[in-house]
């Protein structure tokens, strides 16, 4: 996992959430536009980004302080160890996240 934050903030996240696996950061978020993802005001406070807070909200999940950029759209890779893409999502807006679920299924045909 990628984060566009300061190392302090991936260990911080890291322990608060007991995430089992090592976290990255890339402040310069090279690697964000190496991937092609989306940045904008208009991205993160577009109408469907609002209706999928709305979804998170009543699903018990709250916004909690932002770090790092702010206005970076993220996405999910799945890249084998030969450097072969098996899996690519890039966010449209904020909220558009890759399924769990379709990510476990890639991962266990690997």
Do not use: C
Request: aromatic share 10%.
């Amino acid at each position: 996992m990628i984060g566009n934050g300061q190392p302090w903030q991936a260990k911080a996240f890291a322990e608060e959430e007991q995430i089992p696996f090592e976290l990255w950061v890339d402040p310069k978020m090279e690697a964000y536009a190496a991937a092609g993802l989306r940045r904008g005001v208009a991205k993160v406070f577009s109408g469907r980004s609002i209706g999928h807070a709305w979804r998170a909200m009543r699903s018990g999940f709250k916004q909690t302080k932002v770090q790092g950029d702010p206005w970076q759209l993220g996405g999910a890779f799945i890249i084998t160890p030969d450097g072969r893409t098996a899996y690519e999502q890039v966010s449209r807006e904020a909220g558009d996240h890759a399924s769990t679920v379709e990510l476990l299924k890639v991962l266990a045909g690997l």
